[in-house]
């Protein structure tokens, strides 16, 4: 019997559901102590996470103490999915008042930390009060990050504050300096306009500054690189106080607008679109917060004051536009806010992962069942999109673990497949919530338990075993459920096909015939004496044999294949006597007993009597012999068949038994 297990699979990964989301660790230093703001800024990267405090006055020892000299704390998942510290950095140069820490970024091994008060250029020297640097660090091959680059401006200047903003993708990484006053060609200053720079890491592995980028329509006090995003060959950039609309008209003042630039064929990054929300108002400060992946593009506005239709108007309550680009052109296709917005939530710091998105709103005071009011204790939000029609819709409302008065939780947010960790940089307790330092600051991961449901046609031969172990011996259509890589509960559906044949042979004297029918199948005849091997031309479903032996058929369907059993033919000589003349049969008909001699020179070496069925009653096997004594007189009278061999002869005669 052959049997095959066909790969016939179609897969169609669907979200299913988004399950809460599960706080997997409150992530604080290792070394606590009160105002460190640990929580004002973090960023999240695959199996890495990393959480600033621009508050740190000590070196990773503990020691050498610099007021607000800047640290950031790196936290690594391990194989079980649990998260644990694993490193402090700071920066090589560190001083006081350099606010390292102020916005970190990770991407893969690379993370990018920004100390924004830094005065000294990338050597140490040149100083100019807080024209600002960023730091490279790099995870080596022992899994520790080291720093590996200093980052400043080619056209550094005092109080530009670059590195009040950082980005990194890749071999990509993007700084703002939202006070920087000169254009992309270090002209014609206007005051805190504002722009950003994008470095590229180059083959040596050494990040170069490759462009200063600034908006075509640069105006006095845009802030421009107030917030930054960088994705691939898309990079956002928020100028939350810029006041002119898309084509540079109707100002309104702080409206807020978001510039979008893209990296061409030949590595130049260009702008491409101005966006601004489809509502703008004064002060609405749009661009607050920006966030970038594939396509999509989501921009916050975290004072706007209107729901999604432009009515019942909440002062401060925030609210998040997506931006998406189709036939090559972005366009604002969805306005987002909170299901139980509030006045001064300050709902729109926002971060953007796939199909999924998280919003914070650092001064709500509501719980998630809006149960507990706590004072600017802070919340965020979980928003999936519907991959049919597009649509953002929310899904969940979470909160830190230990809520307390102005924690800030939300302060900033960061999402990267399914873990999000959210910055609380007011948060005084421990992980015990106990040991309250003011102002020490913590971060929360948490994980986003996303089940699937995965479709599967699968075609087997004869039976086929489940993913839960079931076995099938017939088509059907059922459902199994898993935990998918995540560990999430998850469903199977199994749209089953399983192949049976029909092995049945239908035999008729020397004609053998397969039972099994229908477009497609194929057949072929197999000398189960010799070896199973396939017998040339007998391909066909009904096959006549015209030599006695035992036969087999192997039947291929749907790319399945069986054999049936071997089928004896030995009706043959009935049909076929054939006349020789080099021995006697003598009497014939007879009694029974019959004598058999040679003519000739022949000898004979065997000789095998069968019946009417095929049936041998007599056999004989010997040496050489002239003449032999058959008898076979035990048996009915009727018709026999002798078979006679000697030498190269072979003779087949009729027997007539009276």
Known sequence: MQRHLLAVFMLLVLDICAQNLEQKLKALPNLRRPRQYYGYSVSISGNYAIMGGYGDSRDTAGNNIMSTSGAACIYERDVNGNWKFKQKIVAQDREADDVFGFDVAISGNYAIVSAFSDGHDATGGAFMQSAGSAYIFERNSSGIWVQVQKIVASDRGADDIF????????????????????????????????SAYIFERNSSGVWQQVKKIVPSDRA????????????????????????????????????????????????????????VASDRDVDDLFGTSVSVDGNIIMVGARTEDHDVAGNKKMENAGAVYVCEKKAGTWSQVQKIVASDRKPFSI???????????????????????????????????????????????????????????????????????????????????DANGTDSLEYAGAGYIFFNCVGSLTQISPVACRKYTSPKGKLYTNSAVFNDSFVNKDGCDSIIQVMLTVVNIDKTIIQDSAELSAKETGAGITYQWIDCNNANVPIQGADSRVQKFTKNGRYAVVIEKNGCFDTSACYEVNTLWLET???????????????????IGCRENSVIYSINVFDACGRIVF????????????????????????????????????????
Request: charged content about 20%; aromatic content about 12%.
């Open 619 to 658: 056999r004989w096997n010997g040496t050489e012999e002239k003449a032999m004594h058959l008898d076979i007189t035990a048996q009915a009278p009727g018709l026999y068949m002798a078979e006679i061999r000697g030498g190269i002869y072979v003779s087949r005669v009729k027997l007539v038994k009276e």
């Open 220 to 275: 006095a006090g845009d802030n421009f690189g107030n917030d930054v995003s960088i994705n691939g060959k898309v990079a956002v950039i928020g100028a939350h106080y810029e006041d002119h609309d898309a084509f540079g008209n109707n100002p309104k003042s702080k409206a807020g607008s978001a510039y979008v630039f893209e990296r061409d064929v030949n590595g130049s990054w260009t702008q491409v679109k101005k966006i």
């Open 347 to 429: 709902f729109g710091n926002v971060s953007l992962s796939g199909n999924f998105a998280v919003v914070s709103a650092y001064y709500e005071s509501m719980d998630a069942n809006q149960s507990d009011s706590v004072h600017r204790a802070g919340a965020a939000y979980l928003f999936k999109r519907n991959t049919q029609t597009g649509v953002w819709s929310q899904v969940q409302k979470f909160t830190g673990q230990h809520r307390r008065e102005y924690s800030y939780f939300g302060w900033d947010i960061a999402m990267s497949g399914n873990h999000v960790i959210v910055g609380a940089q007011a948060d005084d307790l």
């Open 163 to 194: 590195g009040v903003s950082v980005a990194i993708s890749g071999d990509y990484a993007i700084v703002g300096a939202k006070h920087e006053d000169h254009n992309a060609s270090g002209f014609f200053p206007l005051t805190d306009a504002g």
């Open 577 to 595: 006597v054939e006349a020789n003349d080099k021995f006697m049969v003598s009497p014939n008909p007879g009694s029974g007993v019959f004598e």
